[in-house]
């Protein structure tokens, strides 16, 4: 066809481009309805698909229960280790530091020195007054007296 010039068709040019339009439309039904079996192939593949999609989603949803489950199995145990935890806290602050525990027992072990220095004053006496009554001789008392723990010299 001839590019139309500034001039109007006659009305010749005018029937001959409509009758070649016919035949352009009349190939391009075949082409359609061959592309509607092709289309009516892609459904079938499309519900195909379809039903994959809900096997995914079903496999998909077994996915998150289990998840779930473990979450909260996850979540139970943090619960009880914060609860031991929180126990451990309580216990130790009502145990007793390394500093209060040596004071505690300097000061034991003192008391227990005082108490043993005046069992020592009652057994330097009894020997004294034994000596005195020649119950034991001067071998025993300077054996008595050079004991442990309080030893005394005897000149």
Same mark, same amino acid.
């Given at each position: 066809?001839?590019?139309?010039? *500034?001039? %109007?068709?006659? *009305? %010749? %040019? /005018?029937? @001959?481009?409509?009758?070649? =339009?016919?035949?352009? !439309? ?5 082409? !359609?309805?061959? =592309?509607?079996?092709?289309?009516? #192939? ?5 519900? #195909? ?13 077994? =996915?998150?229960?289990? /998840? ?5 199995? /996850? ?5 009880? !280790?914060?609860?031991?935890? +929180?126990?451990? +806290? $309580? &216990?130790?602050? &009502? ?12 000061? =034991? ?7 043993? $220095? ?16 020649? /119950? ?5 008392? +300077?054996?008595?007296? @050079?004991?442990?723990?309080?030893? %005394?010299?005897? !000149?």
């Amino acid at each position: 066809m001839e590019p139309l010039k *500034n001039t %109007q068709p006659s *009305n %010749q %040019q /005018v029937l @001959t481009e409509v009758k070649g =339009l016919g035949t352009t !439309v009349n190939n391009l039904g075949t082409t !359609v309805s061959g =592309l509607v079996t092709t289309v009516g #192939g892609l459904v079938t593949t499309v519900s #195909g698909l379809v039903s994959t999609v809900g096997d995914l989603t079903t496999t998909v949803e077994d =996915l998150a229960s289990a /998840v779930n489950k473990f979450a909260n199995k /996850v979540e139970e145990r943090f619960d009880r !280790v914060e609860s031991d935890i +929180k126990d451990m +806290k $309580r &216990t130790m602050t &009502t145990l007793a530091t390394k500093d209060f525990v040596a004071k505690e027992v300097a000061k =034991l072990r003192g008391d227990h020195v005082v108490t043993m $220095r005046k069992e020592d004053k009652k057994l330097g006496e009894l020997v004294t007054v034994l000596r005195e009554k020649n /119950v034991i001789d001067d071998a025993d008392v +300077k054996r008595v007296v @050079t004991m442990e723990p309080f030893a %005394q010299l005897i !000149v």
